[in-house]
């Protein structure tokens, strides 16, 4: 069985836990420990932490969770109702490809199950597993990466920095959109930003997310998969001056968008890697992970798994095109309609809503067509 892979916390921890406070996240929190497995029913977010750093090229032997764990379990939830267990450690096997496939089996099983994986540590190319977890579930896949580059193979580049080709080349091929949140230009070559335009990807200059963080929040709620690198933040924030990066996202721009990765109904994992959890990082990643868990629990369960009732539908005819909008009565928010097209081979097997914001809807209006819509659409028939 998958979870006979997983670590428990160390004795030193468990502990730690009776030295916290009885209002504390570690108090409310149930652990795999040294005697006792979780018991998973009922439960809505599973946290575990994964020991491999390989894509690095670096030993997996000199990384430890107990600080980050320590930074988080001494933390106080917010009102919050909701079942959250951690799991443990899986540490690295015999290859890389070993951890790979512990990690695909285990999010499968926690997804299947109704529960939210969230991946703590280990290098980026861990995403790849997290993504083959969707194998078997029979549906297209969103990934939503919060990156300063696009990780795309090429000579000489670690594993962590080159997962994203082996998503789009591999089959089976269940991605459907890719959306990167606060890339750096310099970072990126020319060719990379032309590919993700030629295959109607989505990316976001940091710059662009920086002036609006909200411009990010039709993204996320479209997501199913998110993955976060440490690397998208400001050394000065995030503590990491081994690989010092004088610009990125803020300590507060980087919570916002955990919190709006949280907050999305469709979002089903949730993964941070690229630090160091023997470092200051820990401080800043354990409050990332606070506010996706604070964002979870408002979430306001609507498309896709409302009705479409409690919206307000506005058509704009536009060219040729009659683009079809829904305002939520609930949370004001908005979506677009991805119409099915007859006689061409859809990715989407029906009429499916595409998050967009007010302004797309007003600039509908003036007969501008949406840019996200126009891409959904190319990426539906390609």
Same mark, same amino acid.
């Given at each position: 069985?998958?979870?006979?892979?997983?670590?428990?916390?160390?004795?030193?921890?468990?502990?730690?836990?009776?030295?916290?406070?009885?209002?504390?996240?570690?108090?409310?929190?149930?652990?795999?420990?040294?005697?006792?497995?979780?018991?998973?029913?009922?439960?809505?977010?599973?946290?575990?932490?994964?020991? /491999?750093?390989?894509?690095?090229?670096?030993?997996?032997?000199? !990384?430890?969770?107990?600080?980050?764990?320590?930074?988080?379990?001494?933390?106080?939830?917010?009102?919050?109702?909701?079942?959250?267990?951690?799991?443990? =450690?899986?540490?690295?096997?015999?290859?890389?490809?070993? =951890?790979?496939?512990?990690?695909? &089996?285990?999010?499968?099983?926690?997804?299947?199950?109704?529960?939210?994986?969230?991946?703590?540590?280990?290098?980026?190319?861990?995403?790849?597993?997290?993504?083959? $977890?969707?194998?078997?579930?029979?549906?297209?896949?969103?990934?939503?990466?919060?990156?300063?580059?696009?990780?795309? &193979?090429?000579?000489?580049?670690?594993?962590?920095?080159?997962?994203?080709?082996?998503?789009?080349? /591999?089959?089976?091929?269940?991605?459907?959109?890719?959306?990167?949140?606060?890339?750096?230009?310099?970072?990126?070559?020319?060719?990379?930003?032309?590919?993700?335009?030629?295959?109607?990807?989505?990316?976001?200059?940091?710059?662009?997310?920086?002036? %609006?963080?909200?411009?990010?929040?039709?993204?996320?709620?479209?997501?199913?998969?998110?993955?976060?690198?440490?690397?998208?933040?400001?050394?000065? !924030? &995030?503590?990491?001056?081994?690989?010092?990066?004088?610009?990125?996202?803020?300590?507060?721009?980087?919570?916002?968008? $955990?919190?709006?990765?949280?907050?999305?109904?469709?979002?089903?994992?949730?993964?941070?890697?690229?630090? %160091?959890?023997? &470092?200051?990082?820990?401080?800043?990643?354990?409050?990332?992970?606070? !506010?996706?868990?604070?964002?979870?629990?408002?979430?306001?369960?609507?498309?896709?798994?409302?009705?479409?009732?409690?919206?307000?539908?506005?058509?704009?005819?536009?060219?040729? /095109?009659?683009?079809?909008? !829904?305002?939520?009565?609930? =949370?004001?928010?908005?979506?677009?309609?991805?119409?099915?097209? =007859?006689?061409?081979?859809?990715?989407?097997?029906?009429?499916?809503?595409?998050?967009?914001?007010?302004?797309?809807?007003?600039?509908?209006?003036?007969?501008?067509?949406?840019?996200?819509?126009?891409?959904?659409?190319?990426?539906?028939?390609?």
């Amino acid at each position: 069985m998958v979870f006979d892979f997983l670590q428990p916390i160390s004795e030193s921890f468990e502990k730690h836990l009776q030295t916290l406070s009885n209002q504390s996240l570690g108090k409310k929190v149930v652990f795999h420990t040294q005697t006792d497995f979780p018991i998973l029913e009922g439960v809505s977010i599973a946290i575990f932490t994964v020991n /491999e750093h390989r894509g690095n090229d670096k030993d997996n032997e000199d !990384y430890s969770f107990e600080a980050f764990r320590k930074k988080f379990y001494g933390m106080f939830p917010g009102n919050w109702n909701t079942s959250i267990v951690d799991l443990g =450690t899986i540490e690295a096997g015999a290859s890389i490809e070993d =951890t790979y496939f512990v990690v695909k &089996s285990l999010m499968t099983e926690l997804i299947k199950k109704q529960i939210i994986p969230v991946i703590i540590g280990g290098t980026q190319d861990l995403t790849y597993p997290m993504y083959r $977890a969707y194998d078997n579930l029979d549906q297209m896949v969103n990934l939503v990466s919060v990156d300063n580059q696009f990780d795309f &193979s090429k000579e000489n580049k670690l594993d962590k920095d080159a997962y994203l080709s082996k998503i789009i080349v /591999e089959e089976p091929n269940n991605l459907f959109n890719f959306s990167n949140l606060g890339y750096q230009t310099y970072f990126n070559s020319q060719e990379e930003i032309d590919l993700i335009e030629k295959l109607y990807f989505e990316a976001y200059r940091l710059g662009e997310v920086s002036n %609006n963080i909200s411009v990010a929040e039709p993204v996320f709620r479209d997501a199913d998969l998110v993955s976060v690198d440490m690397n998208s933040v400001q050394s000065s !924030y &995030s503590g990491n001056f081994e690989e010092f990066n004088p610009n990125g996202f803020t300590g507060k721009e980087i919570c916002a968008l $955990a919190r709006y990765a949280g907050i999305s109904d469709k979002v089903t994992s949730f993964g941070i890697f690229n630090f %160091n959890p023997n &470092s200051h990082e820990v401080v800043l990643a354990a409050q990332m992970l606070w !506010y996706f868990i604070e964002g979870f629990c408002f979430r306001s369960n609507e498309y896709p798994f409302g009705t479409k009732e409690h919206y307000i539908k506005y058509i704009v005819p536009i060219e040729d /095109e009659e683009l079809i909008f !829904y305002k939520s009565n609930k =949370t004001e928010r908005w979506w677009i309609e991805i119409p099915f097209l =007859t006689n061409v081979n859809n990715k989407l097997k029906r009429n499916t809503l595409l998050p967009c914001t007010h302004e797309d809807y007003l600039a509908a209006c003036e007969q501008e067509i949406p840019e996200r819509w126009w891409k959904a659409q190319r990426r539906n028939i390609l």
